[in-house]
């Protein structure tokens, strides 16, 4: 499980404030991803990266931002955010974008928007 | 579009008695398959995969999940039920695209819960 770390593990936020969450790959992986878990839902796709290269944006709000530095590093910075936003928020790396490559992910960042 | 159903939101099982968590998949093309699992306050992790060839495949803590092309499933077993297998379970499906995407596409999760 320490393949992919993320902090904080655990955030409460207001509407107005701006923070960032970080994800961190040990694996020598090229490609990262940002999820999102909502109770009764499926896992959401938000953010895709290859080779620090964005490929992939589902359509997420603005206020949502994701940077990734180089292939270990991943960053989804937050601000103005909404009550709906609070959620399981998972970063998850694979080797590279091959449809049967393993995604591996952490432990989540616990977001909470009051 | 790709897209997977688990039907069962809770599957209740005895300890020490065969479990199934079901998984039916609809794709335009050959599927890669996956199962994960969550635990309380956990990420997802992997349990097995199913790319090509042998239908049957083996995966970690003794989970096994069986691809059948023409029920498009692939539904979750082990043989044994232990208390340590109760948690949240998901399949995933995902298809090579002409762009290089791997999107993995969830299910919303079958709880299990195994009895002592």
């Known amino acids: 499980e320490t393949g992919v770390t993320q902090t904080p593990r655990h955030l409460v936020m207001g509407m107005t404030n701006k923070k960032s969450l970080k994800c961190e790959q040990h694996l020598g992986h090229n490609a990262m991803y940002w999820y999102k878990q909502s109770a009764k839902k499926p896992l959401e796709l938000m953010f895709v990266y290859n080779f620090k290269e964005q490929t992939e944006n589902n359509s997420v709000p603005s206020r949502f931002s994701p940077e990734c530095p180089n292939s270990s590093h991943l960053f989804l910075h937050l601000h103005t955010l909404q009550p709906e936003d609070s959620a399981l928020y998972l970063c998850a790396s694979s080797q590279d974008r091959g449809g049967g490559d393993t995604q591996y992910f952490g432990p989540g960042t616990r977001l909470t928007v009051l | 579009a790709q897209s997977v159903a688990q039907p069962e939101d809770q599957v209740n099982v005895a300890e020490g008695n065969p479990l199934t968590v079901k998984c039916t998949y609809s794709?335009?093309?050959?599927?890669?398959l996956f199962w994960y699992v969550q635990y309380p306050n956990r990420g997802l992790q992997f349990l097995l995969k199913y790319i090509t060839g042998d239908n049957l495949v083996k995966g970690s803590y003794g989970f096994e999940a069986e691809f059948n092309k023409s029920q498009t499933s692939f539904h979750l077993k082990k043989p044994s039920a232990l208390v340590s297998d109760s948690a949240l379970y998901f399949c995933a499906v995902s298809l090579f695209s002409g762009t290089g995407a791997n999107n993995l596409f969830f299910g919303t999760g079958t709880r299990l819960t195994v009895i002592p």
């Open positions: 794709v335009s093309g050959n599927p890669y």
